[in-house]
């Protein structure tokens, strides 16, 4: 099992899938059809030397990448929203952890992303003058799950 198969077998686990986006260099037919079996599309980019030979989701999505490459992109380039994100995370809190151990690492990941998502939501009450009540926020059942 590759790398990619691993992550998608994991994110199972915790997600329900509908789409998934990956860089060219794991466009193969395994990959697309480990993705299609797990139930989600798979948008991974076609290399420029490949030609569609076969059927099933290789030959599908290679037809939907050459005739519709506006569509493909637009699920594509979904993924350039996560890798900003990652960006931001590194830019402000360095790409290193500290924790020692796994547990630890999650955590501090965890609070990275908390930290993050606070900073964005202060932000932009700033700029564009939003007024936030947190302690109505709170008091949300949601909140409590």
């Known amino acids: 099992m590759n790398q990619l198969q691993g992550l998608v077998e994991q994110t199972g686990k915790l997600f329900d899938m509908k789409e998934i986006s990956a860089d060219k260099g794991y466009s193969s037919k395994e990959n697309l059809r480990f993705i299609w079996e797990a139930g989600a ?9 490949t ?16 005739n519709y490459p506006e569509q493909f992109g637009y699920h ?35 609070a990275k992303c908390l930290t993050h998502n606070l900073c964005v939501l202060v932000q932009e ?21």
């Open 41 to 49: 599309v798979p948008f991974i980019p076609f290399k420029s030397n």
């Open 51 to 66: 030609v569609s030979t076969s059927f099933g989701i290789w030959g599908k999505m290679y037809k939907f990448f050459m």
């Open 76 to 110: 594509y380039h979904k993924r350039s929203n996560v890798e900003t994100t990652f960006h931001m995370l590194k830019r402000k809190f360095g790409d290193n952890l500290r924790s020692k151990y796994e547990t630890g690492q999650t955590n501090e990941i965890l």
């Open 125 to 145: 009450a700033f700029e564009l003058g939003i007024e936030i009540d947190f302690k109505k926020c709170a008091e949300v059942p949601f909140a409590h799950k």
